[in-house]
């Protein structure tokens, strides 16, 4: 039997975002735990979730207080990650189904790289830090990934894994999520602040598998 083409054969392409999502924290927030500057970098953090600051001039002031860490501080904070309760039963749910994962994030390569590696979870972007003699320099390297650039991950994992938009599932929970959510055929809001959960297709509170729910990973024949 011919199999086939890889965009009808039933596969959804779903896209995590991490921080407050795949993982019960902010990856900025446990860095800056290490640099003293938690408390600044959480009210930041949290205004810029919902929405009311610009999510790249806000990434660079919480970057900023990074400066003179060492890069000790990555295996640190990775070791202090909690996945969300639910999501190492759906990561193990798609897995069986053979649908890909991909995670995209605002958050860190130097964290969410070793954690997809742990999770199996082969495509995921997200922004660098610059390290200068071992210790970070407080400065993002390369662009910034902020709504538009989530939505353009999305679309390119889509695009590598041949699978069509209308197929996509994004799940977020912020503001930064707003247009990954809007480019995926389905879009899932989770424990998300209300810019995001009146937008989404659909709003979960509770655990992450709790998304198993939904009609799109109940049904094969479409969105």
Same mark, same amino acid.
């Given at each position: 039997?011919?199999?086939?083409?890889?965009?009808?054969?039933?596969?959804?392409?779903?896209?995590?975002?991490?921080?407050?999502?795949?993982?019960?924290?902010?990856?900025?927030?446990?860095?800056?735990?290490?640099?003293?500057?938690?408390?600044?970098?959480?009210?930041?953090?949290?205004?810029?979730?919902?929405?009311?600051?610009?999510?790249?001039?806000?990434?660079?002031?919480?970057?900023?207080?990074?400066?003179?860490?060492?890069?000790?501080?990555?295996?640190?904070?990775?070791?202090?990650?909690?996945?969300?309760?639910?999501?190492?039963?759906?990561?193990?749910?798609?897995?069986?189904?053979?649908?890909?994962?991909?995670?995209?994030?605002?958050?860190?390569?130097?964290?969410?790289?070793?954690?997809?590696?742990?999770?199996?979870?082969?495509?995921?972007?997200?922004?660098?830090?610059?390290? =200068?003699?071992? #210790? /970070?320099? %407080? !400065?993002?390297?390369?662009? +910034?990934?902020? $709504?538009?650039?989530?939505?353009?991950? &999305?679309?390119?994992?889509?695009?590598?894994?041949?699978?069509?938009?209308?197929?996509?599932?994004?799940?977020?929970?912020?503001?930064?999520?707003?247009?990954?959510?809007?480019?995926?055929?389905?879009?899932?809001?989770?424990? =998300?602040?209300? #810019? /995001?959960? %009146? !937008?989404?297709?659909?709003? +979960?509170?509770? $655990?992450?598998?709790?998304?198993?729910? &939904?009609?799109?990973?109940?049904?094969?024949?479409?969105?």
């Amino acid at each position: 039997m011919t199999p086939l083409p890889r965009a009808l054969d039933g596969r959804r392409l779903v896209v995590l975002d991490v921080d407050s999502t795949l993982i019960t924290a902010e990856v900025i927030e446990l860095l800056a735990a290490h640099a003293g500057s938690r408390a600044e970098v959480a009210d930041i953090t949290e205004r810029a979730m919902r929405g009311e600051l610009d999510f790249a001039a806000s990434l660079h002031a919480r970057v900023a207080t990074l400066a003179g860490l060492p890069v000790s501080v990555f295996a640190d904070v990775l070791a202090e990650i909690t996945l969300s309760p639910g999501a190492t039963e759906l990561l193990a749910e798609l897995a069986r189904r053979g649908w890909p994962v991909a995670l995209v994030s605002g958050g860190f390569l130097e964290v969410v790289g070793p954690l997809a590696q742990r999770l199996g979870v082969t495509r995921y972007r997200a922004n660098g830090l610059e390290v =200068a003699d071992g #210790v /970070l320099t %407080g !400065r993002v390297r390369g662009p +910034v990934v902020d $709504r538009a650039g989530k939505a353009a991950a &999305l679309r390119g994992f889509a695009a590598d894994e041949e699978i069509p938009l209308e197929r996509t599932i994004a799940i977020g929970d912020g503001a930064n999520d707003l247009d990954m959510l809007t480019v995926a055929g389905f879009g899932i809001a989770f424990n =998300a602040k209300p #810019v /995001l959960a %009146g !937008r989404a297709d659909a709003v +979960v509170r509770g $655990r992450l598998d709790d998304v198993l729910m &939904l009609a799109p990973f109940r049904t094969t024949s479409g969105v």
